[in-house]
């Protein structure tokens, strides 16, 4: 009794001197003060904490991620800044169209996240490979490039774009589709008076299944004014040059390859898509790059060659001829990317060093074109 009366008048005392002190203003402001200070403190290691976790882009990929594959369009929306998206409304609504899939499959694994030079607080993701399913079969790969960046107070990211890349761009470096079973070959035309000294154009026709069977019997029509069939001679040598482009091509020798092209050659990519035409102009410095970016994708490249034709004379040639491109990975035998379609190549005699060069590349790529009944 007398130890809780003694803990109960030394309360007293405390509180009543803790009321006296209070009244000082100098004990007072130095009471708040350290208050203050524990508050603020308890507030910036919260802070730290939320900015810690706001920094790491893994999470947002995660959540990038769960967006794309569950299909919802409230939890994507949340991704983007608002300023972002409506600048950005056409990518944004692509991005959308998506979600009608069967099913989607984003692979967010080993991606490095690149800053932007031009801003600190950016970052750019690229070449994420985003696969769509539909009735339960892979419909087609592609690839999506994200710009993120910190925004507001807690400094979140943010998506700034989404960009899907154009299958319009250039079919043979962007979009990948993939090919579910290889359609019968058909009957290769003998594509030069005699062969090069080097690799036939006709022998990668032979070693390959994948041809094109609603095509295979339309004949290539040129545009150029040159209609009289070239020489003897003409034909020759550029069976020569034409078969070594190709090989070129095919062995991801990029010196050589672009070494058959003028300097100021003039490259024209046309995707038609529905009956309409989707043209992309290319200088000889952005082929050489995407040309590169083609060889890193693929560990085997096949470049196939149908019904040539060569026109012209001894100083100028127009040839026209159907191609087929064939990629494949390192893993599996079954191609992962296939195109066909017709191209244009007008060559002419260079006169700094006398050899035929490469003036205009004309490519015609149809796409989404019918598969007839086989005969």
Same mark, same amino acid.
């Given at each position: 009794?007398?130890?809780? @009366?003694? %803990?109960?008048?030394?309360?007293? #005392?405390?509180?009543?001197?803790?009321?006296?002190?209070?009244?000082?203003?100098?004990?007072?402001?130095?009471?708040?003060?350290?208050?203050?200070?524990?508050?603020?403190?308890?507030?910036?290691?919260?802070?730290?904490?939320?900015?810690?976790?706001?920094?790491?882009?893994?999470?947002?990929?995660?959540?990038?991620?769960?967006?794309?594959?569950?299909?919802?369009?409230?939890?994507?929306?949340?991704?983007?800044? #608002?300023?972002?998206?409506?600048?950005?409304? @056409?990518?944004?609504?692509r991005a959308l169209k998506l979600f009608s899939r069967e099913k989607v499959e984003a692979n967010i694994a080993g991606l490095l996240p690149r800053k932007d030079?031009?801003?600190?607080? +950016? +970052? &750019?993701?690229?070449?994420?490979?985003?696969?769509?399913?539909?009735?339960?079969? %892979?419909?087609?790969?592609?690839?999506?490039?994200?710009?993120? /960046?910190?925004?507001?107070?807690?400094?979140?990211?943010?998506?700034?774009?989404?960009?899907?890349?154009? /299958?319009? =761009?250039?079919?043979?470096?962007?979009?990948?589709?993939?090919? &579910? =079973?290889?359609?019968?070959?058909? &009957? @290769?035309?003998?594509?030069?008076?005699?062969?090069?000294?080097?690799?036939?154009?006709?022998?990668?026709?032979?070693?390959?299944?994948?041809?094109? !069977?609603?095509?295979?019997?339309? *004949?290539? !029509?040129?545009?150029?004014?040159?209609?009289?069939?070239?020489?003897?001679? *003409? $034909?020759?040598?550029?069976?020569?040059?034409?078969?070594?482009?190709? $090989?070129?091509?095919?062995?991801?020798?990029?010196?050589?390859?672009? #070494?058959?092209?003028? /300097? !100021?050659?003039?490259?024209?990519?046309?995707?038609?898509?529905?009956?309409? /035409?989707?043209? *992309?102009?290319?200088?000889?410095? $952005?082929?050489? =790059?995407?040309?590169?970016?083609?060889?890193?994708?693929?560990?085997?490249?096949? %470049?196939?060659?149908?019904?040539? &034709?060569?026109?012209?004379?001894?100083?100028?040639?127009?040839?026209?001829?159907f191609q087929e491109f064939v990629g494949r990975h390192a893993s599996g035998s079954q191609?992962?990317? @296939?195109?066909?379609?017709?191209?244009?190549?007008?060559?002419?005699?260079?006169?700094?060093?006398?050899?035929?060069?490469?003036?205009?590349?004309?490519?015609?790529?149809?796409?989404?074109?019918?598969?007839?009944?086989?005969?």
């Amino acid at each position: 009794m007398r130890a809780y @009366s003694s %803990v109960k008048q030394v309360m007293r #005392s405390g509180k009543a001197e803790f009321l006296t002190a209070f009244q000082n203003p100098n004990a007072r402001f130095a009471m708040i003060g350290i208050i203050g200070a524990a508050i603020l403190l308890l507030a910036m290691v919260v802070g730290l904490r939320i900015f810690e976790k706001a920094g790491a882009i893994e999470p947002f990929l995660q959540q990038w991620k769960q967006a794309v594959e569950s299909k919802q369009p409230t939890l994507y929306q949340q991704l983007w800044d #608002s300023t972002a998206r409506i600048k950005n409304r @056409s990518q944004y609504e692509r991005a959308l169209k998506l979600f009608s899939r069967e099913k989607v499959e984003a692979n967010i694994a080993g991606l490095l996240p690149r800053k932007d030079f031009r801003d600190n607080n +950016r +970052r &750019q993701i690229e070449r994420i490979p985003v696969t769509l399913y539909q009735d339960g079969e %892979v419909l087609v790969m592609l690839h999506r490039d994200l710009t993120i /960046e910190k925004k507001g107070l807690l400094q979140r990211w943010k998506l700034i774009n989404d960009r899907i890349r154009d /299958e319009l =761009e250039y079919p043979e470096t962007t979009e990948e589709h993939i090919v &579910q =079973e290889p359609p019968p070959p058909v &009957q @290769s035309t003998n594509l030069t008076p005699a062969s090069p000294p080097s690799q036939p154009l006709n022998d990668t026709v032979a070693s390959n299944n994948v041809t094109p !069977d609603s095509t295979a019997n339309v *004949t290539p !029509d040129s545009t150029s004014p040159i209609v009289r069939e070239a020489p003897l001679d *003409t $034909q020759l040598k550029l069976s020569q040059v034409l078969g070594e482009w190709q $090989q070129a091509w095919q062995g991801k020798n990029l010196k050589t390859y672009m #070494s058959k092209y003028a /300097e !100021d050659a003039a490259i024209t990519r046309v995707t038609v898509n529905k009956g309409r /035409e989707y043209p *992309t102009q290319l200088s000889k410095a $952005q082929l050489r =790059e995407k040309m590169k970016a083609l060889n890193k994708r693929y560990s085997k490249i096949e %470049v196939n060659i149908f019904h040539l &034709q060569v026109n012209g004379d001894s100083a100028v040639a127009d040839v026209n001829f159907f191609q087929e491109f064939v990629g494949r990975h390192a893993s599996g035998s079954q191609p992962a990317y @296939s195109d066909f379609g017709m191209k244009q190549l007008v060559f002419m005699v260079d006169p700094a060093d006398g050899l035929w060069k490469i003036y205009s590349e004309n490519w015609k790529h149809y796409k989404n074109v019918p598969k007839y009944p086989k005969l």
